[in-house]
């Protein structure tokens, strides 16, 4: 079946500075999602992709959906506390089947 | 608003014992699925809902799980007889209908989880 790679596991960066994470698939996906829990929440959805090539901005938050179709990534900029979480990319195969693939999730400490 | 509602937010119950979780998705929403989150296995899709009828079930591990959507406003995950391995977390979402193939409107909202431990 499909899979998602998620990179980096776990990240712990210091208050302010840039993160970057990505997520590769074995095949190709005609949605990106990331996604982002915080301890004892459900998943909430950050930004959606629907276009290869597309650059989306959520305010500190920008992610890609790679032109082969097969690669995501999120960058946050000027981390903060709040930004402490788990962060998810989902990918979706078939436009018209609702099924989301998960990566493995990239956990991120922030170092005051 | 309000967003994807889920009881009982925890459970810890004995093997062996029927369980029940329940889920009210957005309204409006077409969409509903059961998801279940473990270290191990990460996020799993366990099955998906549209319009009440069950469209894939492929991810229910075993017969001991069953779901079931009565009308457009409730769903339950039952697990029968429950056992010490099905610990985890259960997350129902919805999502929106979409239509054509565009799926701008097609994103996934999630409840916050029923945090289950059978013991």
């Known amino acids: 079946g499909q899979q998602l790679n998620q990179s980096p596991q776990s990240m712990f960066i210091q208050e302010g500075e840039d993160v970057s994470m990505n997520c590769t698939s074995s095949s190709i996906f005609n949605t990106w999602l990331w996604y982002k829990q915080d301890p004892g929440e459900g998943p909430v959805l950050l930004i959606a992709?629907?276009?290869?090539?597309e650059l989306t901005s959520n305010g500190r938050l920008t992610a890609q959906f790679g032109i082969t179709r097969k690669d995501s990534f999120l960058n946050i900029s000027a981390s903060i506390p709040s930004d402490v979480g788990i962060y998810f990319c989902?990918?979706?195969?078939?436009?018209?089947?609702?099924?989301?693939?998960f990566g493995t999730g990239t956990r991120l400490t922030i170092i005051p | 608003d309000a967003g994807v509602i889920q009881s009982p937010r925890h459970e810890v119950t004995e093997m062996g014992q029927e369980v029940t979780l329940r889920c009210k998705p957005i309204s409006g929403h077409d969409y509903l699925f059961w998801y279940r989150q473990t270290m191990m296995r990460g996020l799993e899709l366990l099955i998906y809902?549209?319009?009440?009828?069950?469209?894939?079930d492929s991810g229910m591990p075993e017969d001991r799980f069953s779901a079931k959507m009565p009308n457009a406003s409730f769903s339950t995950l039952k697990i029968q007889p429950s056992e010490p391995r099905d610990s985890a977390v259960y997350f129902c979402a919805s999502s929106p209908f979409t239509t054509g193939h565009h799926l701008s409107g097609n994103t996934i909202y999630f409840g916050e989880g029923s945090w289950l431990t059978v013991v």
């Open positions: 992709l629907y276009k290869a090539g």
């Open positions: 989902a990918g979706q195969a078939n436009f018209g089947n609702e099924k989301l693939t």
């Open positions: 809902f549209n319009n009440n009828v069950p469209i894939d």
